[in-house]
């Protein structure tokens, strides 16, 4: 196991409001999971991760704790009114033993271990890093919202996402300053970029996007909870069953056939009697699992209508 300055505690933003949705996108459930459930694996599957804490709004405290895998080190606590006072707050919370801390929009669930051991390695030798892209979009100023002022100069420009990660010292100081200041920041490296400090750029080109606009929530899903992926196992469970039927018609036919000619009073006749009973249980079983099967589908798919609705 890593010592505690190698490793990470993980402020997880979950306080968002979800306006452009109009649902509450982190913890409405797909196929009985969350996309909130689905970030936090993420992350816990790194080693690199001590701990994590969520930082959410009093609404949605309980609804988390019920979602919380047993035994993990995750804790809850109450956000801010602004994002950076959210993070500010888990900044807090978080165990001091450990050096560097890492900053992750729950709203962004497909984080790797891998995406998180690269831009942890360039906090280490820079002490802020942050993953991204170069923009691959022509960028358009405006100044009414309406009509182009100019055109940007995409050379130069990154898209950036999270995570983001900090020396936790460096983080600490440059919150203070943001405050002192009265400033506001959407985005935790620019609090650090005030103190003119360094923040390295980690290259990622996967996938990453941040579940915001309806169409987001649609590719998330459909990613997170492969539901044809789901019709297909199925399938071949379906026919396993099937499989599975036959020779059970062919045993019981075979236990009830032998049950009739062995003789009452035949040493055999217990063994028989268990092999006839066995071979019916199976197949009340085998039903059983198929009415089950049959159930859960109609299930998904009303779902997925339900989903496409939105």
């Not at 891998?114 to 002490?127: C, D, Q, T």
């Not at 170069?134 to 940007?152: G, H």
């Not at 045993?251 to 035949?266: K, M, T, Y």
Request: hydrophobic residues 45%.
């Amino acid at each position: 196991m890593s010592e505690p300055a190698q490793r990470l505690g993980v402020v997880l933003a979950a306080a968002g409001s979800s306006r452009r949705l109009g649902f509450d996108k982190l913890f409405t459930p797909v196929l009985g999971r969350t996309v909130f459930q689905e970030g936090l694996r993420r992350i816990l599957d790194s080693p690199l991760v001590a701990e994590v804490v969520v930082v959410t709004s009093a609404d949605n405290q309980p609804v988390v704790a019920r979602l919380l895998p047993p035994g993990a080190p995750v804790r809850v606590i109450l956000g801010g009114k602004e994002r950076q006072d959210s993070v500010a707050a888990g900044l807090a919370a978080i165990d001091p033993a450990l050096d560097y801390v890492m900053i992750q929009d729950a709203a962004r669930p497909f984080v790797t271990p891998e995406v998180i051991e690269a831009v942890f390695a360039a906090a280490r030798e820079y002490g802020a890093a942050v993953c991204g892209y170069p923009s691959i979009d022509t960028l358009k100023e405006t100044d009414d919202q309406k009509t182009v002022a100019r055109t940007v100069d995409r050379a130069r420009i990154w898209a950036v996402q999270t995570p983001q990660i900090f020396s936790r010292k460096l983080l600490l100081e440059a919150y203070a300053a943001v405050a002192a200041r009265g400033q506001s920041v959407t985005d935790d490296t620019a609090a650090v970029e005030a103190l003119g400090r360094p923040v390295a750029l980690v290259r990622h080109d996967g996938l990453n996007f941040k579940i915001t606009r309806p169409s987001d929530w649609e590719l998330g899903w459909r990613q997170l909870f492969p539901l044809d992926a789901e019709v297909e196992e199925n399938r071949a469970t379906r026919e396993h069953l099937h499989t599975m039927n036959n020779h059970l018609a062919a045993l019981i036919g075979f236990a009830r056939v032998v049950a009739e000619q062995c003789p009452a009073g035949s040493p055999l006749r217990g063994t028989v009697d268990i092999l006839k009973e066995a071979a019916e249980q199976a197949d009340e079983a085998a039903l059983a699992f198929q009415r089950h099967l049959r159930g859960a589908q109609l299930r998904k798919e009303e779902l997925r209508d339900a989903l496409r609705a939105e």
